[in-house]
């Protein structure tokens, strides 16, 4: 086996780790808001998905094809139940409306159960395997019931987005920033999603795509450690 499937397990774990780190940052700050909170469980959910993802590719890794496709099931769970708290927190932080919060996440919720009662049921398609990692393809049926779920996240994330930055053009400011580049972060995460999700790239592409979401996790760690840290500037220099 090529030592290239290590690639892949380093940057899962670091997503992992990453994602642990900035949502001990969020969870630690006084005076959590609901949005926050549904932050702060989206990357604890995601850095779970990401260790059980490394798990899994190093058990492929160790020629191991059975442990493989079972971390496979449990990654998987994780990817259906770690959406609905990206969507709460792009509804509450944009609407402040419980009853459209609930909505919107109950809506996500219901799509992503669905998605993996018929994972469950259909079971793997077919496994792509090459020296970068192993893919698992989802059945046609169970990615079309996530798909309402995903491209809803996606429309609700780009809507927040959009709003932003008519209101930067219109005032000349941000209108929050932490909530600006958290949901810049979770479109980034979002997009490169739905490659994975579908299992088709097995080789270096599928690296790439690892990349990106180190990139949107390292976003929430910057969020989670503005909150803790604090520049000053110092006129002068050392010892006057």
Same mark, same amino acid.
């Given at each position: 086996?090529?030592?290239?499937?290590?690639?892949?397990?380093?940057? %899962?774990?670091?997503?992992?780790?990453?994602?642990?780190?900035?949502?001990?940052?969020?969870?630690?700050? =006084?005076?959590?808001?609901?949005?926050?909170?549904?932050?702060?469980?989206?990357?604890?959910?995601?850095?779970?998905?990401?260790?059980?993802?490394?798990?899994?590719?190093?058990?492929?890794? !160790?020629?191991? =094809?059975?442990?493989? &496709?079972? +971390?496979?099931?449990?990654?998987?769970?994780?990817?259906?139940?770690?959406?609905? =708290?990206?969507? @709460?927190?792009?509804?509450?932080?944009?609407?402040?409306?419980?009853?459209?919060?609930?909505? %919107?996440?109950?809506?996500?919720?219901?799509?992503? $159960?669905?998605? +993996?009662?018929?994972? #469950?049921?259909?079971? @793997?398609?077919?496994?792509?395997?090459?020296?970068? /990692?192993?893919?698992?393809?989802?059945? &046609?049926?169970?990615?079309? %019931? +996530?798909?309402? /779920?995903?491209?809803? %996240?996606?429309?609700? #994330?780009?809507?927040?987005? @959009?709003?932003?930055?008519?209101?930067?053009?219109?005032?000349?400011?941000?209108?929050?920033?932490?909530? #600006?580049?958290?949901?810049?972060?979770? !479109?980034?995460?979002? $997009?490169?999603? @739905?490659?994975?999700?579908?299992?088709?790239?097995?080789?270096?592409?599928?690296? $790439?795509?690892?990349?990106?979401?180190?990139?949107?996790?390292?976003?929430?760690?910057?969020?989670?450690?503005?909150?803790?840290?604090?520049?000053?500037?110092?006129?002068?220099?050392?010892?006057?």
């Amino acid at each position: 086996m090529s030592n290239a499937v290590l690639y892949n397990v380093f940057t %899962c774990w670091m997503v992992t780790l990453i994602g642990l780190a900035a949502a001990r940052d969020l969870f630690a700050r =006084p005076r959590l808001t609901t949005a926050w909170r549904a932050f702060s469980w989206f990357w604890t959910l995601a850095a779970i998905l990401w260790a059980l993802a490394g798990l899994r590719l190093l058990a492929y890794y !160790l020629g191991l =094809p059975r442990l493989d &496709r079972l +971390f496979f099931y449990g990654d998987e769970f994780f990817v259906a139940l770690h959406l609905a =708290p990206a969507v @709460i927190f792009v509804a509450e932080s944009r609407w402040a409306d419980r009853r459209l919060t609930v909505a %919107c996440g109950g809506f996500v919720a219901l799509f992503s $159960l669905l998605f +993996f009662v018929v994972f #469950v049921a259909q079971g @793997i398609t077919r496994t792509i395997s090459t020296d970068w /990692a192993s893919e698992h393809e989802l059945p &046609r049926a169970a990615f079309f %019931c +996530f798909l309402p /779920a995903y491209l809803f %996240c996606v429309a609700l #994330v780009v809507y927040s987005i @959009i709003s932003d930055v008519a209101a930067r053009l219109r005032s000349g400011a941000w209108p929050d920033g932490e909530r #600006v580049l958290a949901t810049a972060g979770m !479109l980034v995460y979002s $997009l490169a999603g @739905i490659a994975d999700v579908r299992g088709i790239w097995a080789g270096w592409r599928l690296l $790439l795509i690892r990349v990106v979401y180190l990139t949107a996790a390292l976003t929430a760690f910057w969020i989670g450690r503005s909150g803790r840290t604090r520049i000053e500037v110092v006129r002068g220099g050392r010892g006057e």
